[in-house]
């Protein structure tokens, strides 16, 4: 988990009347050499050995689908192997697509082999000091600067398909900025959508329609090494309105908390609710759909406390709930 976090943050940190703005390509249907046009499905770039020599990496981690949400084409994401030439050395990273076309990289070998011992440290989160800001400063050009974006949007939106390994998640990143400084940040994680179907996903901007020049927007397909999760994306946009509502669960519409043989949870609309029942583990007991009033028959789990996560139009709320 704290490589998890690790992982994301270095990426991140190079990184009224409705209305919709179209991202070029959007719906993924321009596709050229394997890649979907205007994005940048990976990471490309030379490590340099010595003054005379780099070795060349390239990971592509997106394919073209045909199943779809709209349209006839769609981007599959996956994890990728990123293996380092004539080195031996590879290892297994979570996918991830970025808006806008990225220059690629040439950075020390030493500087990038620090970087992978950071990943595989099981034990310690590395100290991030003044030395490090400099590798990591680095990796500046792995991320591509964007695409032009005048003001923050309230939302980036997108309908997504997943498949998980386990427990894992996957990941949307945005940021809005104005003459390379940052004006806005946008992160949030998914894990409970339904591994059949697309369902829309947003995440949201604290400062819509603060000015802004360009936008960047990175899709983790996974925030866990080694996975072999599967993200299916396709029309992704930034929305400006209120048409993706944002759905606060209070607790007393989960009744009654503490619990012993039923769990109610009513809301107060009629939008259609996914719940999930987890131990602390993260481990899945129960979940389902609903609208209105349902009931949770939880007399066969011990006393304890236990997670219950409400996806409501891809917004997601987690309330804490004991059972005794």
């Not at 339904?194 to 329609?209: L, Q, R, S, T, W």
């Not at 989960?254 to 769990?263: E, F, G, H, R, T």
């Amino acid at each position: 988990m704290k490589k998890t976090v690790l992982f994301l943050a270095i990426l991140a940190a190079f990184v009224g009347a409705h209305a919709q703005t179209t991202i070029p390509n959007g719906d993924f249907e321009m596709w050229s050499y394997g890649k979907p046009v205007g994005w940048t499905p990976g990471i490309l770039g030379n490590l340099n050995v010595s003054s005379y020599a780099n070795l060349p990496i390239e990971v592509n981690f997106c394919t073209e689908a045909n199943d779809t949400h709209s349209g006839n084409k769609a981007v599959q994401i996956t994890s990728g192997e990123l293996t380092i030439p004539y080195v031996g050395f590879s290892f297994v990273i979570p996918g991830f697509l970025q808006v806008g076309e990225a220059e690629g990289f040439n950075i020390p070998m030493q500087d990038f082999l620090s970087i992978i011992q950071m990943f595989q440290d099981t034990t310690n989160v590395p100290v991030i000091d003044s030395s490090s800001l400099a590798v990591f400063a680095s990796l500046l050009k792995v991320l591509s600067p964007g695409i032009p974006c005048p003001s923050t949007p309230r939302y980036v939106t997108l309908w997504a398909k997943y498949q998980p390994q386990e427990n894992d998640t996957m990941a949307v990143i945005a940021m809005t900025k104005r003459n390379g400084e940052l004006v806005d940040f946008a992160h949030k994680q998914f894990f409970n959508l339904d591994p059949n179907n697309y369902e829309k996903i947003a995440v949201e901007f604290e400062n819509p329609n603060a000015p802004s020049d360009s936008i960047m927007i990175i899709i983790f397909s996974s925030t866990a090494l080694n996975s072999t999760s599967v993200l299916y994306v396709d029309d992704v946009q930034l929305e400006y309105g209120v048409d993706v509502p944002v759905v606060e669960i209070q607790h007393d519409k989960i009744y009654p908390n503490p619990a012993s043989d039923v769990l109610f949870l009513q809301l107060d609309n009629d939008q259609p609710c996914k719940w999930t029942l987890r131990d602390l583990t993260g481990r899945t007991l129960k979940s389902g759909t609903m609208t209105g009033k349902t009931s949770i028959d939880v007399k066969q789990y011990p006393s304890g406390v236990y997670m219950l996560t409400l996806n409501i139009g891809g917004q997601e709320s987690t309330r804490k709930v004991v059972i005794r």
